[in-house]
């Protein structure tokens, strides 16, 4: 017996039951808004019902919803098997989730909000917003980004992939992202 792509076995069960990683979701009881991209995620609880997602939101692959959780043990400690912890997850408009992200219980993410990948969101998120790291930190805000993006637009929205690597590989150094160096703590 050979051994099996995880990722592509994936794949198959979200497109042959579901269709789309959206409507998987909604199965489970998410509620989603219109116009989203939602790479396969994950949703860590069986209450998909307590998730909303916003309109023209884009989450990216193995991004987990927990809709409860972290105390088990102490359900067993205190032999307490009634003791429950649950939280509603809030997703605004114009929403964009970075790769790997986890969303916990009581979360409500403000409209045009930008989550770095990997981050694990404990705290709300107000409208505006950048976040990024675990847990998440303020980093900017998505209008003085999208101000500085467009001074340095490279256009290649719009472009097939060849053209886009052309393009690319033509650019000067300058021209691309450069990020500062982590500064020694002291």
């Given amino acids: 017996m050979g051994l099996i792509n995880r990722s592509k076995f994936k794949q198959f069960l979200i497109s042959g039951c579901y ?7 909604r199965k489970k009881g998410v509620k989603i808004g219109k116009g989203c991209f939602i790479s396969p995620c994950h949703l860590s609880a069986k209450e998909g019902y307590l998730v909303e997602i916003g309109n023209y939101c884009r989450i990216a692959k193995d991004t987990e919803f927990f809709t409860h959780g972290g105390i088990y043990c ?16 809030k997703i605004g408009d114009y929403v964009s989730i970075g790769e790997g992200c986890k969303i916990m219980p009581g979360v409500t993410i403000g409209n045009n909000v930008i989550i770095g990948a990997g981050s694990v969101v404990t705290k709300s998120i107000p409208d505006g917003f950048m ?4 847990p998440i930190k303020h980093i900017g805000y998505t209008e003085e980004w999208y101000k500085k993006l467009k001074e340095t637009d490279l256009q290649s929205g719009q472009m097939n992939a060849e053209e886009k690597e052309a393009f690319l590989k033509a650019l000067p150094e300058e ?10 703590k002291k």
């Fill in 175 to 184: 021209r691309f992202v450069h990020k500062p160096f982590v500064k020694e």
């Fill in 19 to 25: 269709d789309t990683p959206e409507n998987y979701l």
């Fill in 131 to 134: 976040v990024a790291g675990n």
């Fill in 74 to 89: 102490l359900q067993i400690l205190h032999n307490d098997p009634n003791l429950d912890y649950f939280g509603k997850i």
